[in-house]
T-cell receptor, first 116, second 112 residues
Framework: DAGVTQSPTHLIKTRGQQVTLRCSPI?????VSWYQQVLGQGPQFIFQ???????GRGNFPDRFSARQFPNYSSELNVNALLLGDSALYLC???????????????FGPGTRLTVL | QKEVEQNSGPLSVPEGAIASLNCTYS??????FFWYRQYSGKSPELIMS????GDKEDGRFTAQLNKASQYVSLLIRDSQPSDSATYLC????????????FGQGTELSVKP
């Protein structure tokens, strides 16, 4: 079975630009979460979607937005890019959002975003 | 106080030894705990999940959970050089929608 897929793999943008990152969850999974990981730190939670509804939002500015589509794939958008947005952006999918074993999150390969 | 804390390391062990990785958490509302392994430049890979007090074994890996002490650990037996990676501890907070809160990770180096 295919795991979580993300595109693109790498991305280079300049300050002020906008970027869209894409994620497809594991087949049958209805929840997608987005995380930002900067070098030397653990991933930081950005958004969680379940059944196409936003179920959680982390401490990120309004420049960050996301959505989930009817096929459960998801997009993360970041506007007005700053140098500090350079990071590995991770998408994780789970079957559900609560409950033992069903809330286990599996990560995709990530998108490496570099802002110049 | 951080919600999930790990020693950043690096932790260095000889090949064949037991590596012990520790994690503490501050929110008693946490109900699910996870250990992920992350190789440099790669994404986190799930090793173990644990939900109940006690030990859970999977091959060379044993996760231990003590909710009273708010403590989670991961033991790696017969450590191999291929186990050299950063190990991330994560807690799922049901009262916050099930999002994962990660520690900063512990870097493990297994020397041949």
């Amino acid at each position: 079975d295919a795991g979580v897929t993300q595109s693109p793999t790498h991305l280079i943008k300049t300050r002020g630009q906008q970027v869209t990152l894409r994620c497809s969850p594991i087949s049958g999974h209805k929840s997608v979460s987005w995380y930002q990981q900067v070098l030397g730190q653990g991933p930081q939670f950005i958004f969680q979607y379940y059944e196409k509804e936003e179920r959680g939002r982390g401490n990120f500015p309004d420049r960050f937005s996301a959505r989930q589509f009817p096929n459960y794939s998801s997009e993360l958008n970041v506007n007005a890019l700053l140098l500090g947005d350079s990071a590995l952006y991770l998408c994780a999918s789970s079957a559900r959002i609560t409950g033992p074993s069903t809330d286990t999150q599996y990560f995709g390969p990530g998108t490496r975003l570099t802002v110049l | 106080q951080k919600e999930v804390e790990q020693n950043s390391g690096p932790l260095s062990v000889p090949e064949g030894a037991i590596a012990s990785l520790n994690c503490t958490y501050s929110d008693r509302g946490s109900q699910s705990f996870f250990w992920y392994r992350q190789y440099s430049g790669k994404s986190p890979e799930l090793i173990m999940s644990i939900y109940s007090n006690g030990d859970k074994e999977d091959g060379r890996f044993t996760a231990q959970l003590n909710k009273a002490s708010q403590y989670v650990s991961l033991l790696i037996r017969d450590s191999q050089p291929s186990d050299s990676a950063t190990y991330l501890c994560a807690a799922s907070f049901y009262n916050q929608g099930g999002k994962l809160i990660f520690g900063q990770g512990t870097e493990l180096s297994v020397k041949p």
